[in-house]
């Protein structure tokens, strides 16, 4: 609900978002991880955090850092720019188990912050009503998802879904969610219409919310496979119990970058 606020007003509220969910969802990452003994090169990682703001944004964005002659690189160029660093920075180091570091170091790169940013690059359009658009859309999939499973679950459940990971998730709680996404996206065409939205036609509404609804879920599901591997119950580390900010956008983690890809496929970025 928050990334929808500030999607509606506009692209530069989503940048002390972003900054804020990307660099505490890294700091309860690496907390996990120090459980299990495994070491991240966390301060590489909130820098990249950092660096990523303008590597999200087009290159002719005031906040973009594109010249006549220095070219700001792109996610792909900061992805190889952060493995050799962590590549460097393991030859100087005294780590006990420094591949471990690199990988799960790498992994957390690329799940936290650059999927997060995602949300960046969809709100940033030439027509800001189609970037406002594009970014919702994913954003309502997933929260439509969250919504359906939840309300499925809590009536209707009865068939245990990959209970090593999550002893709660049901059967019927994942069809739910499926089935509200694929209902929800098509209704906001409507809503788009009346306010003279761009949107794609229901149709193709339709498959996308079930698209990213499906991979939303496996998001959430991915979540609890690390926690598993911890030892947490939730990521809320600095307060436990109360739940962390890995626990409230687990799944947006992997709808933003699908839902990227889809409407790339669609022409609409």
């Known amino acids: 609900m928050v990334t929808i606020a500030a999607g509606l007003l506009g692209p530069y509220a989503l940048i002390p978002l972003y900054l804020y969910l990307a660099i505490f969802g890294v700091l309860e990452y690496a907390s996990m991880l120090r459980l299990r003994g495994v070491g991240v090169h966390r301060d590489g990682l909130l820098a990249m955090v950092i660096l990523l703001v303008p590597a999200s944004l087009p290159d002719d964005d005031p906040l973009g850092l594109t010249t006549a002659w220095f070219a ?51 709100r940033s359009s030439p027509d800001p009503s189609a970037g406002l658009v594009n970014v919702l859309l994913p954003a309502l999939a997933v929260i439509a998802s969250d919504v359906g499973a939840f309300l499925a679950g809590k009536f209707f459940g009865r068939t245990p879904f990959m209970r090593h990971l999550s002893p709660s998730k049901t059967i019927e709680g994942a069809a739910g969610g499926l089935l509200l996404a694929t209902i929800a996206l098509p209704v906001s065409h409507a809503v788009f219409a009346a306010f003279s939205l761009p949107s794609p036609e229901p149709a193709v509404l339709l498959a996308f919310g079930l698209i990213v609804a499906a991979f939303s879920q496996a998001g959430d599901l991915f979540e609890s496979l690390i926690k598993r591997w911890a030892g947490v119950k939730d990521t809320g580390l600095f307060l436990p119990g109360q739940g962390g900010v890995l626990d409230r956008i687990d799944s947006h983690l992997i709808g933003l970058p699908v839902g990227f890809f889809l409407l790339s496929l669609m022409g609409r970025l």
């Open 72 to 122: 700001y690189p792109d996610r792909s160029q900061l992805t190889l720019a952060f493995v050799i660093m962590m590549m460097v920075i393991s030859l100087g180091r005294r780590i006990r188990d420094p591949f471990p570091t690199i990988v799960y170091s790498l992994l957390g790169y690329l799940w936290i912050p650059t999927f997060l940013s995602f949300m960046l690059t969809l």
